[in-house]
């Protein structure tokens, strides 16, 4: 929810985009390494199919945000 609120702070202020920005995209990188990680571990409970799906949201959504950075 914080990535989310952060995200729209900067869409509902999109006229003066400043630092919030960078910020915002810089914490939805970090969240999303982050499960990530968590998704790809041994470890990981999920199905298959959940993990990959995930996986290809955090890889879109990584990929997605650098571009914007």
């Known amino acids: 929810l914080k990535a989310a609120n952060k995200l729209q702070h900067v869409m509902a202020n999109w006229d003066s985009p400043d630092v919030d920005f960078a910020a915002a995209l810089l914490f ?29 949201i955090g890889t879109f959504v990584l990929t997605q945000t650098a571009e914007l950075q």
């Open 28 to 56: 939805n990188r970090k969240l999303w390494a982050i499960l990530l990680s968590a998704v790809t571990s041994d470890d990981s409970q999920q199905t298959i199919e959940v993990r990959q799906n995930i996986a290809n």
